[in-house]
């Protein structure tokens, strides 16, 4: 993965072509991101221009062992870091036992063929969808230990780890000292969504880097150069997406989903405005009984997407509102029946059962409460 292959966030790329150049390397990065947008395929790219013995102009050779190594995920100075919990792929392991190592093939999987995978890509791809991922103490001391070796070659050690916000105090604290004071041309790269959520202690020692949402022709161009994916689908998907190549791709391998979270929604919904309670109760349970956390996740995202569309459609600009010919109709008919300050009062309560759910907080509890809610904003 070159710097060249990765369209957007020109200044974070330069930022770390300077810093390798200049010698001035941080020790510890914290890149911030939403889901989808890029950050990892950076931290490869960086930490393949750090150890290119050919690199010029800004850029990695790519043509190199060191960086066929690293663009594969194979380097043996390059480890990886992100939630796990037992599974259906952990074997009879127990869950103190589970680290990232015990999924490390199907994580390189995942990331080889999209680098701009979601969270809930990672949990399927490892097989712990239905399940809450944490990073554990045996996480770290298998970390202290690796990193205490010598390098393999004459390059950087390094980790990239994905969603340190989940960390425990215990896991935080054991990496603290390593974090802090390194060995010698040793990197942490840490990638999250949710920075206020990175326990402070290891948020203090990084130096912070903002990944920005791609525009559309950037999303447009990823899906149809890296992807395959057609012009026309591409450029519905890239007006619609947040500026997150992850959420396009999954969107578009996941029309099946989408068209139940729609007909979710729409239950939701039209019971509300009929003040049916009870269905609107049924209808919460029907998301609360969706397959893993997970989709439940996905469903308040989608559900959220689709009340900004309201929103714009209600301030008559349906062409930024960027509807699929799936919920053109629906979204249309029923942004006339709600209320003008519906969105405002309602994305915040979506974001908090999103942020519960990652809590393992009962889910039908979760959704009951959701139900009602839509339903008395609705009354």
Avoid: W
């Amino acid at each position: 993965m070159r710097f060249r292959d990765i369209p957007g966030n020109d200044s974070v790329k330069r930022a770390l072509v300077n810093m390798a150049d200049s010698g001035r390397v941080a020790h510890a990065m914290l890149f911030y991101e939403n889901d989808g947008c890029g950050a990892f395929a950076l931290a490869v790219a960086y930490l393949q221009y750090l150890n290119c013995p050919h690199r010029a102009d800004g850029d990695s050779c790519g043509v190199c062992p060191t960086c066929n190594k690293i663009s594969k995920l194979i380097h043996p100075d390059v480890h990886f870091v992100y939630p796990v919990n037992t599974g259906s792929k952990s074997g009879s392991l127990a869950s103190k036992d589970v680290t990232s190592d015990t999924y490390l093939k199907y994580f390189r999987e995942l990331a080889c063929e999209n680098p701009y995978f979601l969270e809930s890509n990672l949990s399927e791809a490892i097989g712990i969808e239905g399940k809450v991922g944490n990073i554990s103490v045996s996480e770290a001391r298998n970390i202290t230990d690796a990193l205490s070796l010598t390098a393999v070659e004459n390059g950087y050690k390094a980790v990239i780890f994905l969603q340190p916000e989940k960390m425990n105090a215990a896991t935080a604290n054991k990496l603290l000292k390593i974090v802090e004071e390194p060995p010698e041309k040793t990197l942490f790269l840490f990638i999250t969504h949710h920075p206020d959520n990175v326990m402070q202690t290891i948020f203090s020692r990084c130096q912070s880097s903002r990944v920005l949402p791609l525009d559309r022709d950037e999303v447009a161009e990823i899906l149809t150069e890296r992807f395959g994916v057609s012009p026309e689908d591409a450029a519905a998907e890239a007006g619609t997406c947040g500026g997150s190549v992850g959420v396009a791709l999954d969107r578009l391998r996941s029309d099946e989903d989408r068209q139940r979270y729609l007909d979710l929604f729409a239950d939701l919904i039209d019971a509300a405005l009929g003040s049916d309670l009870l269905a609107a109760l049924d209808a919460g349970d029907a998301v609360a009984a969706l397959d893993s956390r997970e989709k439940q996740k996905a469903f308040c995202t989608f559900a959220a997407d689709c009340i900004r569309k309201v929103f714009m459609i209600q301030r008559n600009l349906p062409q930024i509102a960027y509807l699929s010919e799936q919920e053109k109709d629906y979204l249309t008919r029923t942004a006339a029946r709600l209320p003008g300050n519906f969105p405002e009062r309602m994305l915040p309560l979506l974001d908090k059962t999103v942020m519960l759910l990652e809590r393992n907080v009962n889910q039908k509890i979760l959704f009951c409460d959701l139900a009602d809610r839509v339903f008395l904003n609705l009354k």
